[in-house]
C-alpha cells in the first residue's frame, strides 16, 4: 500500500537520523580504539601492568591528547610546530597519492567491467574474472612486492629503469603504489558492476532491446550503463574503501612517508617526540576517513536507490 507523502517524508527523514546516529557512535567509538591501543604500552611501560596508577595514567594520558587536539596542539609547545609540519606534509603525500590512484582506477573498472560484459570478449571472460578474484584475494602488500620483484629482474637483466622500487615522488616513484592501489580498487569496481549488471540483463526492457538489434557495446553503453548509475555512486565509495584499507601497508613497505607510514612510526621509548604525536594523529585521521567512506557509501547508495527507500519507507 501505498503511503501518504507526509509520512514516507517522515520515514525517509528517521532513517536518516537513525544513520547519523549510527555514524556518529562509530566514527567515536573507533578513535577511542585507536587511543586506547596507542597509549597502552607506553603508559603501562611507565608505570608497570600490576601498578594502580598505570590506569589512571592511561586514562589520563588519552583525556590530555584529546583535550589538546580540541585546542590545536599536537605536543608540547617546543615541538607544536614541528609536528604539524610533519603532518600536514604527510596528509599532502597520502592524499596525492590516493588521488592519482582514484583516478587510474575507475577508467580502468569501468574498461575491466566492459570486457566482462562484452559478448566479443567472451572466450576471455572466465580468465578476466579469475584475474579479479585473484587480486582481490592477494593482500596489498603481497602484490606491490611481486610487482616490485619483477620490476627489479627487469632491471636487472635489460637495464632499463622503468620505475623505482622504493622511495618518494611525484614522478615515476608513482608507478609502484599508485598501480597497486588503483589495480585492487579497479578489481572492487569491476566485481560489483559486474554482479549489478548481471541483475540488469535479466530485465525485460534489455532482452526488448536485444530483439531490436542492439548489442555489444552499444547495448552496454545506450541501456546497461545509465542503469548502472545508482549502483555506481555506493561502488565508488567501497572502492575509495578498499584504497583506504590498503594504504598503510602500501606506504610502509614502498617507504611512502604518507600518514600510513608515519602511523606506525611510534616510539614508546620517547613519549613527547613530535613523530609519536604525528602518529596517532595520523591513525586517527586514517580511522575516521575508513569509517565515513564505509558509511557514506551505505546512506548514499540506500538513498539514491528508489527501491531501497521503499523498503526503508
Known sequence: ???????????????????????GATLVLSVLLVALVVFAPASFNNYGYNNPGGVRGYTQAIAEYFANLLRGQLTTARGNAQAWRLLLESARRTLGLLGVSLLAAI????????????????????????????????????ILLLSAEMVANFT?????????????????????????????GAAAMAYALAIAQEDILRQEWIRAAR???????????????????????????SMLRQMVSSIIIVEYVYGWNGMGRRMLDYDVSAINRPENAVALTSAVILVTLFVLVDSLGRIALRYADPRLRERES
Do not use: C, K
Open 107 to 142: 577508467p580502468l573498472g569501468l574498461a575491466w567491467t566492459g570486457l566482462i560484459a562484452s559478448p566479443r570478449w567472451r572466450r576471455l571472460r572466465p580468465a578476466l574474472l579469475a584475474l579479479n578474484t585473484l587480486v582481490l584475494s592477494l593482500p596489498a602488500v603481497a
Open 156 to 184: 636487472f637483466r635489460t637495464g632499463i629503469q622503468l620505475t623505482y622500487v622504493q622511495g618518494y615522488g611525484f614522478d615515476r616513484h608513482l608507478i609502484l603504489p599508485a598501480g597497486t592501489l588503483a589495480l585492487r
Open 211 to 237: 530483439a531490436r538489434g542492439l548489442g555489444g557495446l552499444q547495448l552496454w553503453w545506450r541501456h546497461i550503463m545509465p542503469a548502472l548509475r545508482l549502483p555506481t555512486v555506493g561502488i565508488l565509495l
Open 1 to 23: 500500500m501505498n503511503q501518504p507523502p507526509s509520512n514516507r517524508v517522515g520515514s525517509a527523514g528517521r532513517g536518516l537520523w537513525r544513520e547519523g546516529f549510527v555514524l
